[in-house]
């Protein structure tokens, strides 16, 4: 199944704004629960690329990279309150990176829908 961002077009980021470029790395910024928060950031491709979360507190944060066509090309949506993906970029391009603060409905895990602080680091592994 072919998963596009809903706002990957040209037209959407025009209408909206560019939020989240010339993002800092690594950044550290708060994230209620049931949010989400984007940066975008140019990868070279064939370079490797590892993206990581860091949180503070022990929600379920999940972690989204999208190609400029609104491709999803890695994700993290495991129930951890940290999350990293690595991934090789197939062309030279800026990427989205969506953090989010998922809302549990289980029962079980409901005790993880605060409030958390997340650092978003990234690094190029080269070749």
Partial sequence: MIRRHPFATLACLLTFGLTGCNARNPETFNLRSGASTTRYVKFEA???V????????????DLFVYDRNGMLVAKDEEINKNCM????????????????????????YQYKNVDNRCTLSWQVKGS
């Fill in 85 to 108: 993906v690595s991934f090789k970029p197939e062309a030279t391009q800026t990427y989205s990176i969506r953090v989010v603060n998922r809302v549990l409905l289980d029962s079980c």
């Fill in 50 to 61: 590892e993206i990581r979360v860091k949180s503070e507190k022990d929600s379920d944060v």
């Fill in 46 to 48: 064939g370079k490797r």
